[in-house]
C-alpha cells in the first residue's frame, strides 16, 4: 500500500527555533509538493521539485524557510528561525510528471509558541 | 491575478439529497482543474478535467468542466454522512518555465442524517 509519509506528525516549538520536516513521497513519483494549510489561507503550496530539482518555490518566504530533496527518497522542509506565525499544518504531496493527481500525506501540525 | 473561487463556502444538506458545488476561475494558461476531497486529514484526489463538456463520474459523484464559462462543478447526488468533507477545488496554469497551481479556499459540505 503505497503512501506518502511525514514526521514528525505533531511538533510543538517554542519561538526561534529550528524546525525540521521530513516526507518520503512514493516511490517513483518524481515531483513533491510542499504545502502549508492554516483556516484563515487555506492550502497554499510553498514549493515543488521535480526529478528532485526546484521549479518553483514561490509561495514559500525565503528568508526563513527552506526545501531541498537530498535524495530521490526524502524531502525536507526546514524553517530557521520559526515564529508564531508559522503555525500550521504542513502537507506533503507527490506525483507522476505535472501538476496532476497528488497523493498527500498526513501532514505535519506544526505549533510554535 | 489568477484566482479560484468556489461556492458555496459551506453547505448544510440532509442526507439523501443532491447537491452541487461550483468552482469559477480566472487565469491566464489554463491547463487543468482539480477536484479533492478532505475529510479530517490529508485531501485526497477525485477528478482531474482537462477537456470542456466531457463528465467524469465515479460512483454518486461527476464533474464536469465549462472551459468558455470558466468554471466547473461538482455533483454528489444521494448523499450520505460519509460525504461530509471539505472539497476542493485547484486549477493548474502553465508558465513560461513550470506549472503553477491555485487553489480555492473550498467547499464545506455538511451532511445530516
Known amino acids: 500500500d503505497a503512501r506518502v509519509t511525514q514526521t514528525p506528525r505533531h511538533k510543538v516549538t517554542e519561538m526561534g527555533q529550528e524546525v525540521t520536516m521530513r516526507c518520503q513521497p512514493i516511490?517513483?513519483?518524481?515531483?513533491v509538493f510542499w504545502y502549508r494549510q492554516t483556516m484563515m489561507q487555506g492550502l497554499e503550496l510553498l514549493a515543488y521539485?521535480?526529478?528532485?530539482?526546484?521549479?518553483?518555490d514561490s509561495g514559500m518566504p525565503k528568508d526563513r524557510f527552506s526545501a531541498e530533496m537530498p535524495d530521490a527518497t526524502l524531502a525536507t522542509l526546514k524553517i530557521q528561525p520559526s515564529e508564531p506565525r508559522d503555525s500550521a499544518v504542513y502537507f506533503c504531496?507527490?506525483?507522476?510528471?505535472?501538476?496532476?493527481?497528488?497523493?498527500f500525506g498526513p501532514g505535519t501540525r506544526l505549533t510554535v509558541l | 491575478e489568477d484566482k479560484v473561487v468556489q461556492s458555496p463556502l459551506s453547505l448544510v444538506v440532509h442526507e439523501g439529497d443532491t447537491v452541487t458545488l461550483n468552482c469559477s476561475y480566472e487565469?491566464?494558461?489554463?491547463?487543468?482543474l482539480l477536484w479533492y476531497k478532505q475529510e479530517k486529514k490529508a485531501p485526497t484526489f477525485l477528478f482531474m478535467l482537462?477537456?470542456s463538456g466531457i463528465e467524469k463520474k465515479s460512483g454518486r459523484l461527476s464533474s464536469i468542466l465549462d472551459k468558455k464559462e470558466l468554471f466547473s462543478i461538482l455533483n454528489i447526488t444521494a448523499t450520505q454522512t460519509g460525504d461530509s468533507a471539505v472539497y476542493l477545488c485547484?486549477?493548474?496554469?502553465?508558465?513560461?518555465?513550470?506549472?503553477?497551481?491555485?487553489w480555492g479556499a473550498g467547499t464545506k459540505l455538511i451532511i445530516k442524517p
Open positions: 504531496a507527490s506525483g507522476l510528471g505535472g501538476l496532476n493527481e497528488q497523493f
Open positions: 516511490l517513483g513519483h518524481n515531483t
Open positions: 521539485f521535480r526529478n528532485r530539482a526546484p521549479l518553483d
Open positions: 487565469v491566464t494558461n489554463f491547463r487543468s
Open positions: 482537462t477537456s
Open positions: 485547484a486549477v493548474v496554469t502553465e508558465g513560461d518555465s513550470n506549472y503553477q497551481l491555485i
